[in-house]
């Protein structure tokens, strides 16, 4: 039995005449222990995606079990890091870990969370910063306090939506190694949705593209078969890796091309012609 | 050791030094004439303003003496006009044109009112002094003290006032913050409470007043004790109660989804909810409807003392104004010029708390 499977899962949006289906028929499952990447293009549900698994969403018709068990609300078992981090601005760094850890031990006395508080942000680098509030850091530190957040609460299973979309190149190939580094520690599964190919390929042990919405459903996977601890510089030359990143990538663009063509709306220009303002 | 000590001291004042920085950029070049153009911008216009005034004054003046000269003269000869005219000039107060008093008026008239503060304050001290033996040997007897029964001092009329609205402000953040916490978190009761809000928030002073009275006039029976105060504050903390209550329930049924899912992944109980996340976050709209409330109380007071005789500002106004005597008028626009600055001033302290509470919502996360 797998650890976390979808089976057959739709979710649709409003009733009636504006219904829209988001996820059409979607079928997933993950082995524990596991890193697996969706990958798809911005707009295509992955989101909704995320928030049916982490339990904020109930499918319309299918179910989403977690280690055998029907998905009906969050769970501590299930670690989620946001896509807009999602701090709480009027709590300082350490306040906003230590609420997420006080809630995942509530039987344990103080000392312990605080021990367990400070340790987490030393683990991301933020000691220094554990007094500051979110606004007075930088977008990678705030990321990097959402992953203690998540972390510290000792998740079974981390399911990250976007984690890096909103940060720069560098802080992104830094922050993926940390990530990966936790993650090795004591494989964790791990669920990661982003939107770039070749982060998935460096981190996920599978990848799964999410045909772009309405109706997204997943498309084939794709094993990546590149052992790790991966070297991002060696990568480039890695013959697995071009294969497997072009194999992918031509999926989604040949989705992206079937999408265009299906698309039999004509649009016609208005007729306009420009004034002269001069006579 | 001096630098030693200086390095000390350094430590010890870190937190002072956004503050310090503040200051000594202040007086630097740039900024010291910035602020004198600053300054010397309002302290122009206030000129400008008192010498409109004065222009004004006088002609509403010249236009009242006119008149009465031309009315002494219609209806009692020329004999009369001429007398009156030389009463006029001679500034003999019982026949002074009653019209818009000069700013030279109204400053004698506040030092008539801080004199006569003074005297009054100097008496009550007497009279005080007077009784203490006696009211010792009242209250050894179980009875009651006697109390000074004095008219009030223009100082004391203020201190009134302001009582009264800290007391309707605080009235109204105990109903309409908790009202507004529960009523933002249940959809079903907002629609519950949206009728009555909508009807009520638009009554007038005068009529909140009016049913205050009604109530407190029932509840008062038996009792000698003066109720204008309970009934003036009570009026007061419910005209100004609305801004706070629709700002709170919109604060709280409006908070950021993303700290809604955060409180729902983290499985925060009903209590940790509301007052580490839904609180927080509506702090900032909760503050200010209560800057609003406080405006509006003070706005309000003045039209709901008149109405309860209580011994404010706005009775102050009613009795100079009914009394009619040669400085009233004067009297009525001091009256307006330190309401119009406690107001002000009452401002600036809801947005100073307001700007301590506050987060930016745009530079958060």
């Not at chain 1, 969370?113 to 930088?138: F, H, W």
């Not at chain 1, 957040?149 to 992104?172: C, F, K, Q, S, V």
């Not at chain 1, 109706?215 to 084939?220: I, N, S």
């Not at chain 2, 010249?62 to 008149?67: D, I, M, R, T, V």
Request: proline share 4%.
């Amino acid at each position: 039995m797998a650890y976390l499977e979808l089976k057959n899962v739709y979710k649709t949006y409003g009733e009636g005449a504006n219904q829209t289906e988001v996820l059409s028929n979607i079928n997933l499952s993950i082995e524990e222990g596991e890193f697996v990447a969706i990958v798809g293009f911005t707009g295509s549900g992955k989101t909704t995606l995320v928030n049916l698994i982490n339990g904020l969403l109930r499918p319309t018709s299918g179910e989403v079990l977690f280690k055998g068990k029907r998905v009906v609300d969050t769970s501590h078992e299930r670690g989620v890091i946001f896509q807009n981090y999602s701090l709480l601005p009027w709590l300082t760094v350490g306040q906003n870990v230590f609420m997420a850890v006080r809630e995942a031990y509530p039987k344990k006395d103080k000392s312990f969370l605080k021990k367990r508080v400070s340790e987490y942000v030393d683990m991301v680098g933020l000691t220094p910063a554990i007094n500051k509030r979110p606004k007075e850091l930088s977008g990678g530190m705030r990321q990097r306090v959402a992953v203690a957040r998540a972390l510290a609460m000792n998740p079974e299973m981390i399911i990250m939506d976007e984690p890096l979309g909103a940060l720069d190149a560098l802080t992104r190939g830094n922050l993926q190694d940390e990530i990966l580094n936790i993650w090795s520690q004591d494989k964790r599964t791990a669920l990661l949705i982003t939107n770039d190919v070749d982060e998935g390929i460096y981190m996920a042990d599978r990848i799964i593209p999410l045909k772009p919405g309405p109706k997204a459903t997943l498309g084939p996977e794709f094993k990546i078969e590149i052992d790790r601890p991966r070297d991002k510089t060696a990568l480039n030359d890695n013959l697995n890796f071009k294969k497997t990143r072009n194999a992918i990538i031509e999926y989604l663009m040949d989705i992206g091309e079937s999408r265009k063509s299906s698309s039999s709306e004509e649009f016609k220009l208005p007729e306009v012609s420009p004034k002269s303002f001069v006579a | 050791m001096g630098q030693e000590i200086i390095l000390k001291q350094g430590q010890n004042s870190s937190f002072l030094k956004p503050l310090l920085l503040k200051l000594t950029s202040r007086f630097q070049k740039k900024s010291v004439l910035s602020s004198l153009k600053k300054t010397g911008i309002t302290v122009l216009s206030i000129l400008l303003f008192l010498g409109l005034w004065h222009l004004g004054s006088k002609a509403l003046y010249n236009k009242e003496a006119s008149f009465k000269i031309e009315k002494a003269l219609t209806e009692r000869g020329q004999a009369a006009a001429d007398a009156e005219r030389d009463c006029i000039a001679s500034g003999e107060s019982s026949c002074q044109p009653n019209t818009l008093p000069s700013p030279a008026q109204v400053w004698s008239s506040l030092q008539s009112l801080i004199a006569d503060h003074k005297v009054i304050t100097a008496d009550k001290a007497a009279f005080s002094a007077k009784m203490a033996d006696v009211n010792a040997k009242l209250i050894a007897k179980g009875k009651d003290a006697i109390v000074y029964t004095g008219r009030a001092s223009f100082i004391d009329i203020v201190l009134t006032s302001i009582k009264t609205v800290f007391a309707g402000f605080l009235l109204a953040l105990l109903i309409a913050v908790p009202i507004g916490i529960i009523i933002g978190l249940s959809p079903s009761l907002r629609s519950a409470f949206n009728w009555f809000i909508q009807v009520f928030k638009p009554v007038s002073p005068v009529v909140w007043y009016l049913l205050v009275f009604m109530i407190v006039k029932t509840l008062y029976i038996g009792d000698s004790t003066d109720n204008a105060f309970v009934i003036s504050f009570i009026s007061v903390g419910l005209c100004a109660m609305w801004a706070t209550l629709v700002n709170t329930a919109m604060g709280v049924s409006s908070v950021d989804k993303d700290y809604i899912n955060v409180a729902k992944v983290l499985k925060l109980g009903t209590f940790q909810k509301v007052f580490k996340v839904i609180l927080p976050s509506s702090l900032p709209l909760i503050f200010t409807g209560l800057r609003i409330t406080l405006s509006v109380a003070w706005m309000v007071l003045i039209a709901i003392e008149l109405l309860a005789q209580s011994q404010g500002l706005g009775l102050f106004v009613w009795e100079e104004f009914q009394n009619g005597a040669n400085d009233s008028n004067a009297k009525i626009i001091v009256a307006m010029f330190v309401i119009g600055i406690i107001g002000f001033l009452l401002d600036r302290l809801m947005l100073t708390v307001q700007n301590g509470v506050s987060f930016n919502k745009n530079e958060a996360v």
